[in-house]
């Protein structure tokens, strides 16, 4: 993964790619219903789109407001997956978002993922919930502001 490349994509013309990603990881892997996984969202959030010759991961990043992001439909393709692609889009993301002066992420980490995300400093908050009928908890980081 020498030549991979993680850039905020341009939208509309590499959305195909990301839907692509995101359908075969979340509906054809994992069952999510599309009408959960496409939720008219997309429009109005930032995405990151990781390139090695092909769109190999994506992540979304929605502002909720002017203090938070969060970090959502992060999904790296089967062929690729255990080479640190996941952590490099989301240390990618992180930076996007602490570059917007944002003081803290808040991701619906899948449960049998968190350990990704608490070596990125995340920190469990409540209790695990189902989302899409797969088990999730709620993280959140916050950024240190030193401006």
Known sequence: MSNLVIKIAE??????AIKAIRKSVFQD????DPALEFDGKD???????AVNVQAVATA???YLD???????????????????????IMEN????????NISEVVIHAQEYV???????????EGEIFEEGSIPHVTM?????QSK
């Open 114 to 124: 968190k350990d990704l995300y608490k070596k990125l400093h995340f920190v469990e």
């Open 29 to 32: 892997e994992q069952g999510v």
């Open 60 to 62: 979304r990043i929605r």
């Open 66 to 88: 002017d203090k938070t992001a969060k970090v959502e439909r992060l999904a790296v393709l089967s062929t690729v997956r255990g080479k640190g692609i996941g952590k490099k």
């Open 11 to 16: 939208l509309p013309e590499e959305f195909t």
């Open 43 to 49: 429009e109005i959030s930032d995405h990151l789109i």
């Open 140 to 144: 959140r980081k916050k950024f240190s």
């Open 93 to 100: 993301a992180l930076q996007v978002i602490a570059n917007k």
